[in-house]
C-alpha cells in the first residue's frame, strides 16, 4: 500500500513482455485442456485418471505440473514437507474421487468462453478463463478511486449533491438503453448498465479492470485525444512535472503504472465473504451490447467512497518507466486502439454519452431509482436543493430523437446478423465457487 511513488518496485520492459507472454502460455495451456476434455467427454472416454489428471492442471490435486504452473495456484496449497505427507494427500484425492469429478466438471465450465455463469448475483457472459486481473494507468496518480468520486468536492453537503446527479445520469442512460430493442432482447446474460455507462465515459462507482495485460499496458502508454487514441509523446513523460494534469494532484508523469491481482484469490474472497481478508470483488462484465466491454476484456470493480486502489492490499502495484519504444511497441500491438475501441455495430453512441453528461433535466422514473430507499421527505428536499443548482425533474426525458434511435437499432440489427454471435446459442451453466 504506497505512499510515495518512490515505494513501487519498478518493472523492466523486458519484463512486462515475459509476463504478457507467460498469460499467453497459461491461456493456451487451458485451451488446450478443455479441448482434450470435450472431445474425452463426447467420446463418453473419460476414465479417473483423466479426471485426475484435468485436476491436477488445475491445481486441485497434485499432478505434473508445479504450482504455480497450475491454473489456479491459490485455491489448495499442495506443499508437502514429506513423503509421507504426500502419500496421506494422494490418499485422501484416490478416495474422494467422484467430489474430483464433480469439481473438474462444473469449474471447468466457467474456463469456457460462451457460457452464461452466474456471479456477484447476475448472469453474465463468460469470457473463459482468466488468471490475473490487471489494470493500467499512464502515470502515478497518487490516488486511484472511481471516476464518479475523482472530483469530489470537500464540503460533505455538496458531495452528497453531486453524487445524486452522478446516479441521476447513470439512471438516466440506464433506462435509454433499457429503450432499445437489442437491449430488450439480448440473449447472453444480463445486461450490465453500469459497466457499458463506464466504459463510454459516463462518471460511476465502478474501476475498470481487465483480465487481458496488453490492454492494461494500452492505457498506461497512450491517450486519447480528439477523438482518437495515440502513444504518449516523449515530452509528456520526460519529467516528473511534465503533465501540469498529473503535476496538480501531486503525481509524476515518468512513469506508467500497472494494478495486478490472482483472479482465483479474488473469486475466492468473494465467495467466502470473511471480512478480514480484506480483499477487492472483480466483477466480470462479460460480453455486452456494446463492445468495448468484451474488446476490453472487461471487469469491475464496484466501490464505495472511500476507495483507493492504491491502498487495496489485494492489488500489487508496479511502475515502469515510459519510453517511446514501450508506448509506440503497444499502439501497434492493439492496432492504434481499434483493439480496445472496436467499430460499433451500430456506429457510436457519443452523442448520446456527452448529452448525458451535461443534463441538468432528469425524468422522474430516473430520480425515483436514483433515491431508491428515501421517503417522500426526503426525496422532496433532495429535489429542491437539486433545483437551487438548476436541476429539475419532470415526467420524461429523451436523450435523442425516435429517428436516431431507429437508426442506431437498424444499423444494429442488420451488423448482429451478419457477425458470429447471431448463431451463439449460450448455454446456462452453474459455476462452482472455488
Not at 464433480?102 to 448475483?121: A, E, P
Not at 477487492?280 to 476490453?296: H, I, K, L, W
Not at 464505495?304 to 492489488?315: A, E, K, R
Request: net charge negative.
Amino acid at each position: 500500500m504506497p505512499k510515495t511513488v518512490e515505494e513501487i518496485p519498478e518493472l523492466t520492459f523486458d519484463k512486462i513482455k515475459q509476463q504478457i507472454a507467460w498469460e499467453e502460455h497459461m491461456a493456451k495451456r487451458c485451451r488446450d485442456m478443455i479441448a482434450i476434455l470435450d472431445q474425452r467427454e463426447r467420446d463418453r472416454a473419460m476414465t479417473d485418471q483423466d479426471y485426475l489428471e484435468v485436476a491436477g492442471i488445475m491445481g486441485l490435486c497434485p499432478g505434473r505440473c508445479d504450482w504455480h504452473e497450475t491454473l489456479f495456484p491459490h485455491v489448495v496449497d499442495l506443499f508437502v514437507s514429506s513423503e509421507e505427507e504426500g502419500t496421506a494427500i494422494w490418499k485422501s484425492v484416490e478416495e474422494q474421487i467422484n467430489v474430483v469429478r464433480v469439481m473438474v466438471t462444473v469449474m471447468s465450465d466457467g474456463l469456457r468462453c460462451g457460457h452464461i455463469i452466474r456471479h456477484n448475483g447476475r448472469d453474465m457472459f463468460s469470457m473463459g478463463y482468466v488468471r490475473n486481473f490487471f489494470r493500467g494507468e499512464n502515470a502515478y496518480n497518487v490516488r486511484c478511486e472511481p471516476s464518479m468520486y475523482r472530483k469530489q468536492s470537500t464540503d460533505p453537503a455538496v458531495a452528497k449533491k453531486e453524487k445524486i446527479v452522478h446516479v441521476l445520469r447513470m439512471a438516466e442512460f440506464a433506462l435509454w438503453l433499457n429503450s432499445l430493442s437489442f437491449v430488450q432482447q439480448w440473449p447472453f446474460g444480463d445486461v450490465f448498465h453500469g459497466a457499458i455507462a463506464q466504459h463510454y465515459g459516463i462518471p460511476t462507482n465502478g474501476i475498470d479492470i481487465t483480465s487481458d495485460l496488453k490492454t492494461a499496458m494500452f492505457f498506461a502508454c497512450c491517450k486519447w485525444e480528439n477523438n482518437a487514441w495515440r502513444p504518449l509523446w516523449p515530452e509528456e513523460y520526460a519529467e516528473k512535472d511534465s503533465r501540469d494534469s498529473i503535476k496538480s494532484r501531486g503525481g509524476d508523469s515518468r512513469y506508467g503504472v500497472l494494478f495486478t491481482a490472482p483472479a482465483d484469490t479474488s473469486n475466492m474472497s468473494t465467495a467466502a465473504r470473511i471480512p478480514e481478508l480484506h480483499l477487492a470483488q472483480v466483477t466480470p462484465v462479460g460480453y455486452q451490447p456494446f463492445m468495448r466491454c468484451s474488446s476490453q476484456s472487461a471487469y469491475m470493480i464496484e466501490a464505495g467512497h472511500p476507495y483507493d486502489l492504491y491502498q487495496d492490499p489485494s492489488f500489487a502495484k508496479y511502475k515502469f518507466r515510459l519510453t517511446k519504444e514501450i508506448c509506440e511497441w503497444i499502439y501497434q500491438e492493439m492496432d492504434e486502439g481499434k483493439k480496445v475501441y472496436p467499430k460499433e455495430m451500430f456506429g457510436n453512441c457519443d452523442d448520446i454519452v456527452a448529452t448525458v453528461n451535461e443534463l441538468k433535466i432528469f425524468s422522474e422514473a430516473a430520480f425515483l431509482k436514483a433515491t431508491e430507499g428515501m421517503n417522500e421527505e426526503e426525496r422532496s428536499a433532495i429535489e429542491k436543493n437539486l433545483a437551487m443548482d438548476g436541476i429539475t425533474i419532470v415526467s420524461q426525458v429523451h436523450l435523442c430523437s425516435e429517428e436516431r434511435k431507429a437508426a442506431l437499432e437498424r444499423c444494429y440489427w442488420e451488423e448482429f446478423q451478419k457477425s458470429n454471435y447471431a448463431t451463439i446459442r449460450a448455454p446456462i451453466r452453474i459455476q462452482l465457487c472455488i
